[in-house]
Every structure is written in C-alpha cells, then in structure tokens.
C-alpha cells in the first residue's frame, strides 16, 4: 500500500504536470462576428474542431443558442446588432473583458440588398439599405476592429481576419455598394498589414475572398462554382492557421480574381464581371 507522503508527493507531480500543460498550450480563443448562420456559422464549428473556444456573435439569439448547444462547452454566445455601433463597441470590449486573451477575431458579418424594402420602385437599391451597409459593412467593421486591435496590441499578438469577397476587386453594375464595402474591408486590412509588418508587432491579418457560397445570399441563374459553407469553412481555417495574407476560397477563384486584375476596361464593362 502506498503511504500518505507518496499519495501527496504524486497527486502533486500531477497537479503541477497539467498547470505546465496549460501554460504551455492555454487555450485558443476566438471571436466571430456573425456566426448566426452560413460562412460565419460553419467557421465557428470549425474552430471549435480545432479545440478554439469561440465567442458567436449576431443578432438572432435563437440561432446562436443553437448554435451553443452542439458544444456548450466551447461556445460562449454574445448578442449584438452592429447597426447599433457604439453599443457594439461597448458589447464587444465587455466580451474582452470576459475572456481575458483572444488569439483571433473574424469579422464575417455584412449585410446586402435582399428584401423588397430594400430597392425603390424603380427597383434601384434603396437610401436605407445603402445606408446600412455603410453601417455594418464598413463602420462596423472599422469600429469593432479598433477595438479588437488595442486588445491585441496590449497583448502583444492577435490575429485579425476578414471574410471580404471576390466582389472586392472590381466595382459591378448588379452590387456597386456591396462590391465597394468589400473593397474598403480589403484596402483596410492591407493597411494594417503593412502596418503591422512595419512595426514588427506579431498582429497577423488575413483577408479571405470566397466565390459563391449557398448560404442566404440569394444568387440568379448565373451563379457558377457554387461551394457549399461545409467545403469553404476547413479552407478558411486552414488559411487563418497558415496565417495566409490572401486566400480565396474555393481556391479556384484565385482564377477569377487574377482575370479581374488583369481585365481591360473596355473588356469588364462589355462582359460586366466574370
Ligand atoms: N454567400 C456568398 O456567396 C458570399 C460570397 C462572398 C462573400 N460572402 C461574405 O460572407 C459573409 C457571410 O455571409 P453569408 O453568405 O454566410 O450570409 P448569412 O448567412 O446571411 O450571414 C450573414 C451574417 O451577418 C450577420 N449580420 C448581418 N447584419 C448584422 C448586423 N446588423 N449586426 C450583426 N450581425 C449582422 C448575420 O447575423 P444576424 O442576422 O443574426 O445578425 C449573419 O450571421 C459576408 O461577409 C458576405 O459578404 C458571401
């Protein structure tokens, strides 16, 4: 039989073991904003995968919640509507607060024309959806990065990604303000980038341009290479593990995005996109 002093000599081996297991491998933390349903949903089940613990964020509780019951133990649920931005901002540092230490933050959230409220009766897009997606596309995005980038730099590291779109490269007669807010997203985080590089400050950022994904995003007969938000989420995921400047998503649309560079005007405007 073992005596006392060897039971406390070995339960304290142990203890000591998993606290240098813990120092060494603490737990990824994530933020994804936007993870109610589509992209953002399935990036947030694939980070969980990779043993992240991640913060969902959205306006629809109801999703998120059920969301949270597939892995309760690693999804913390945070409501927040980034129309509202200054109530965000506070939302987003209160959640900081909370974790601690975040390891990265996506920023997958945006909004688009979808409802018949949004176009006039001359079925142009409305003021009021123009307007939002000044809001939640561009502020919002602005807003709730400067917050996570003070976060980051008193931390010392971070990794900051934005789900942007092959639409950032060129402007289209169907999205001219969708195509422009992901253009913003995408000069945006090449600033910081190049900001950060500079700096030699360990701050990664990634800008991800997926083709068409079947999400809500309603698509007309002309859409093509459509990916399913299961075949694009582990290629996300991989790029942010391989902290990647620029990945498309499927891979194939670094096709698409290499012809937009290289299209002649008089091409673009005849064809009207690829
Ligand atoms: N699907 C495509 O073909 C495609 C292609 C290229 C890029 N993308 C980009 O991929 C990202 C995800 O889109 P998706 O296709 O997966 O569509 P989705 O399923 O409709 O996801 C949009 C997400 O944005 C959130 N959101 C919208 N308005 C918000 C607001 N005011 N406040 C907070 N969150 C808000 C939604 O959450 P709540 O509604 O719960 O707030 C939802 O989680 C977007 O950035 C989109 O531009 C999509």
Redesign the pocket.
Known sequence: MMNCKKTVILITLFLHVIQINTMDNPQKTAIV?????????AIAQELVKSNYIVAV????IH??NELKNTNPDNIIVHQ????QIEE?RASLSALLQLMGHVDLFVF?????AKDPADFTKDKEISWPCLE?MA???VA?FVGLTDIMLEQFTKQGYGHIVG?????AMRGSAAFPM?CAC?SFMSTYLEGLRNKYIQAQIPINVTEI?????????E?GPEAYW?AT?DEVAPQIVESIHNKEKVAYVTRRWRLIGWLLTICPDWIYNTLGGF
Do not use: H
């Open positions: 904003i936007g993870a109610s349903s589509g992209i953002g949903k964020t959205g306006r629809r999703l998120l927040m509507d980034i129309e965000s997958n959230s945006a909004t688009w939002r809001q939640v596309n919002g789900i942007s779109s092959v639409d969708y992901k341009r997926p083709g068409w994904v079947q999400t809500s995003f698509m459509v938000t």
